[in-house]
């Protein structure tokens, strides 16, 4: 994985979603004023862990 997040006009439209995603997954949790202050790269990795964690679950239900 690339150290550095591709600029959104290089994201295809598959990775633009899942970015959206799990931004939102992230406000649901409480995290987005941390993200939007410190980016990603300063999360924990419980953090990161727990939006993976539903990112996953909800990518799965969809394909249901």
């Known amino acids: 994985m690339p150290k550095h997040k591709k600029r959104p006009e290089k994201m295809t439209i598959r990775e633009q979603e899942l970015e959206k995603i799990k931004l939102e997954i992230a406000e ?33 239900d969809r394909e249901r």
Do not use: F, P
């Open 28 to 60: 649901e949790l409480g995290l987005g004023d941390k993200i939007k202050e410190n980016g990603w790269g300063n999360m924990t990795a419980r953090e990161t862990g727990r939006v993976g964690g539903v990112m996953s679950r909800r990518l799965k």
